[in-house]
């Protein structure tokens, strides 16, 4: 289906309010994504190109590079996250619960939400058999969690023109692929409707550091600026926020006070609410009815 | 092998912490790399692609500004060091000790340890004879130093699926590879084990300058923020923190001054060891037996 098969286009000034609960103006909840890399494959994103360039393969230092965020950088992200005492949810390739099992065990025992995230790190235009890859990840998810996950962001937020109507056949009931509102939306599908929480690329390390090469610090200042603006907006109707991390990049040593340090400046707002995916999801459901 | 042959998965929080002698927190690790680009061949790394992006053989403008660092910037490094009294590990293509051996010389007059960068510039993928490209430049280096090297660093990290297998081989007892944690670990090869230590692709020139475009003085920052960390964390567990420069690039007028500001900073405080990569390898072999 077309995007615009799936939803109308719409105004988000002429909808209803939406409100929460206590007053809060503003839901942030906060994506944490734990990734396998195939070292027999291209890497997904580089910090290092080979001398004269091409692609020579394999990329072992590059591999290296993101096998760190598994290895050390996680338990930075895990560290700030307990001391502000936030539930993150964890987005993570069906692949990697077992490949990183202190990594998943550690979100468990927090009560984190997990979410399925493609069961390999690529694009899921690439994935042989795509429903076969949204059902083993959602199989390794229920495996370990013993729920089944009710939320999806595609690796990359890649889809297909199919992956929404498959997600929702495969008893998925948010996805987090379409950046395009700051509120919830319901997609159509050609099964039941499926909600798409407002995720984010611009609050995001991946496109922030890796893409746009800005220094660490821009994490903290762009979070301020976004939460400054939104909170701002929130005087119409509740807005939702989303803060996306990576163990590789935002858990190196030189980046994890920025981070730390923007949590910190939300967390002195008494009206704004931490939330999972599936606490959004809920309140959404609950306040809007179903699609 | 791949790289899951080699080593499994390891969460740094579930190893015993190593401990550094006289309760020193962290090593500081300097690296300088001294490299040979061959005008016959693409520039490894270049400044100023041609207009219309061109791919240009003979790329005299590119070779122009690497051969800079060679004649001009690496003296600002030995006047640092000197100054900081500060002997690094050098990082080098055999094949330096032949064109700039006024350099190589002065690298060991000062007393620097050489480590094995690979024949000249280009990934080891090009390599026709690994095996035989190794034996040449740890040969043409023990010839030139008057001891046989045992550390290794791929020319842009790069690796074959054989790579740690030669260089075992070869008798080399560790690599800088393989960025993907804070402490020295061991990898298999098919003659036994090999050290990896933790060399930098964050705090290095390259990424930063060449690749992720930032100004010279975010150098300075990243380090102290990467030190800052690392240093706290060093309280609970040994930790290294390499530092990775090139005389093109940090030997510049307007950057040398950033590099020597990250070591003003470090000299602030106590329980820092400033150590070559052979000085790690032999505490790392030490202090792993007495957990």
Not at chain 1, 28 to 44: A, F, G, K
Not at chain 1, 195 to 206: F, G, H, I, R, W
Not at chain 2, 213 to 238: K, M, N, P, V, W
Not at chain 2, 259 to 277: F, K, M, T
Request: aromatic share 10%; hydrophobic share 40%; glycine share 6%.
């Amino acid at each position: 289906m077309l995007p615009s098969e799936r939803l109308d286009f719409s105004v988000i000034s002429k909808r209803p309010r939406l409100t929460l609960p206590d007053g809060a103006r503003l839901a942030v909840w906060l994506i944490v994504n734990v990734e396998e890399w195939d070292p027999t494959q291209p890497m997904p994103r580089t910090v290092l190109t080979p001398p004269a360039g091409g692609m020579p393969m394999p990329d072992i230092p590059n591999w290296a590079w993101h096998e760190y965020g598994n290895r050390v950088g996680f338990s930075r992200v895990i560290e700030v996250l307990d001391h502000f005492r936030i539930r993150a949810v964890l987005a993570i390739n069906g692949s990697a619960i077992s490949r990183y099992e202190p990594i998943a065990r550690a979100a468990l025992e927090r009560g984190w939400e997990f979410i399925g995230h493609g069961f390999t790190q690529q694009s899921m235009q690439k994935v042989a058999d795509e429903r076969d890859d949204i059902h083993k990840t959602a199989a390794a998810i229920r495996g370990f969690t013993d729920r089944h996950p009710r939320g999806w962001l595609g690796p990359g937020l890649t889809e297909t023109w199919e992956t929404p109507d498959l997600l929702a056949e495969e008893g998925f009931e948010y996805v987090c692929d379409w950046v395009l509102d700051d509120e919830p939306v319901w997609l159509k599908t050609r099964t039941r409707p499926i909600v798409n929480l407002p995720y984010t690329q611009e609050c995001n390390d991946v496109a922030m550091m890796l893409i746009q090469h800005h220094k660490a610090s821009e994490y903290y200042d762009r979070a301020i600026d976004q939460f400054a603006q939104l909170y701002a907006d929130a005087d119409q109707s509740a807005r939702i926020m989303a803060l996306v991390v990576h163990p590789y990049i935002m858990g190196a040593p030189h980046r994890l006070r920025y981070f730390r340090d923007a949590l910190a400046h939300i967390r002195d707002h008494g009206d704004v609410l931490f939330w999972t995916g599936e606490e959004i999801l809920d309140w959404y459901l609950a306040q809007r009815g179903a699609g | 092998m791949i790289p899951r042959e080699r080593c499994t998965y390891s969460a740094i929080v579930d190893r015993p912490p190593l401990k550094l002698p006289n309760q020193a927190r962290i090593v500081v690790w300097t690296i300088v790399n001294l490299e040979f680009w061959s005008i016959s061949r693409p520039m490894a790394r270049q400044v100023l692609p041609a207009p219309t992006g061109q791919v240009l053989l003979p790329d005299v403008p590119n070779w122009s500004w690497h051969e800079y660092g060679m004649r001009v910037g690496v003296w600002r490094f030995f006047d640092l060091f000197a100054h900081l009294g500060i002997r690094p590990t050098l990082s080098i293509n055999a094949r330096v000790c032949r064109e700039y051996r006024r350099v190589a010389r002065a690298a060991r007059e000062a007393g620097w340890e050489f480590m094995g960068h690979a024949w000249e510039q280009m990934p080891i993928h090009k390599v026709d004879d690994q095996a035989q490209m190794i034996a040449k430049s740890l040969d043409t280096l023990a010839r030139f130093a008057g001891t046989r090297p045992v550390g290794w660093l791929g020319p842009g990290l790069t690796e074959t699926y054989e790579t740690p297998d030669l260089l075992a081989a070869a008798g080399i007892r560790y690599i800088g590879d393989w960025v993907y944690d804070d402490e020295p670990t061991e990898i298999k090869t098919t003659l036994g084990p090999l050290v990896t230590l933790p060399y930098s692709v964050e705090l290095n020139d390259i990424p930063m300058m060449l690749v992720q475009h930032h100004e010279s003085a975010y150098f300075t920052q990243r380090c102290i923020d990467s030190f800052e960390r690392l240093y706290r964390e060093g309280a609970e567990r040994a930790k290294i923190m390499a530092i990775a420069i090139h005389p093109y690039i940090s030997g510049q007028p307007h950057r040398i001054k950033y590099l020597q500001a990250v070591y003003d900073h470090i000299s602030r405080h106590e329980g820092v060891l400033h150590w070559n990569g052979v000085e790690i390898l032999d505490w790392y072999l030490s202090a792993k037996t007495e957990l």
